[in-house]
């Protein structure tokens, strides 16, 4: 399988724990974004990084999160403190030329 | 008010009916034009992209932006009951991070 894969599919914690994702992007893909999405909504920017670096941080992302990509390969998401309204799907995408985005099936997580 | 509107429906049809969905938008700036199909707690699926005004055909869908409405809609021929899914439109500036900015996405229902 080639497509973006996301791990785990779905996180459920206890509130005041942290999480971390874990995002595997098409080989050979450079750019690598998050998002947030929540029931009924689409889809919200939250960082992108083009190889190893990140270049551009949504105001959404708190300092709460932080996300990596070392060595330009795979990128982690972590929330530190979670909180209720932190439960989302967050879905990563990857893609070549930076047009066309291809998502991965999320990581759902739930924050009780 | 949102950059990127779209109703959220539900849309029922019935099978073999043609689907009209429709986003406006007010950032000019926006270049290029995506259309994502969700199945429920799913990753959003690429569908169409386009760049410039006019229409784009693959098989069943039809992508049509109109720039100078600030308009953009996906048409969907010969419905099917596997076309059931929220369908979401997305944009992007030219060049910048390439992030996209989404619709809240359309529940589309295709009944026998």
């Known amino acids: 399988d080639t497509g973006v894969s996301q791990n785990p599919r779905h996180k459920i914690t206890k509130r005041g724990q942290n999480v971390t994702f874990r995002c595997d992007p098409i080989?050979?893909?450079?750019?690598l974004y998050w998002y947030r999405q929540t029931l009924g909504q689409g889809p919200e920017f939250l960082t992108y990084f083009q190889n190893e670096a990140q270049l551009e941080k949504s105001r959404l992302l708190s300092d709460r999160f932080s996300a990596e990509r070392p060595k330009g390969s795979f990128s982690t998401l972590e929330i530190q403190r979670t909180e209720q309204g932190d439960s989302a799907m967050y879905l990563c995408a990857s893609t070549e030329t930076g047009d066309e985005q291809y998502f991965g099936p999320g990581t759902r997580l739930t924050v009780t | 008010q949102k950059e990127v509107e779209q109703d959220p429906g539900p849309l029922s049809v019935p099978e073999g009916a043609i689907v009209s969905l429709n986003c406006t938008y007010s950032?000019?700036?926006?270049?290029?034009f995506m259309w994502y199909r969700q199945y429920s707690r799913k990753g959003p699926e690429l569908l169409m992209y386009t760049y410039s005004s006019g229409n784009k055909e693959d098989g069943r869908f039809t992508a049509q932006v109109d720039k100078s409405s600030k308009y953009i809609s996906l048409f969907i021929r010969d419905s099917q009951p596997s076309d059931s899914a929220t369908y979401l439109c997305a944009m992007k500036l030219t060049g910048g991070g390439n992030k996209l900015t989404f619709g809240t996405g359309t529940q589309l229902k295709v009944e026998l």
């Open positions: 080989s050979e893909h450079n750019r």
């Open positions: 950032n000019s700036a926006f270049q290029y």
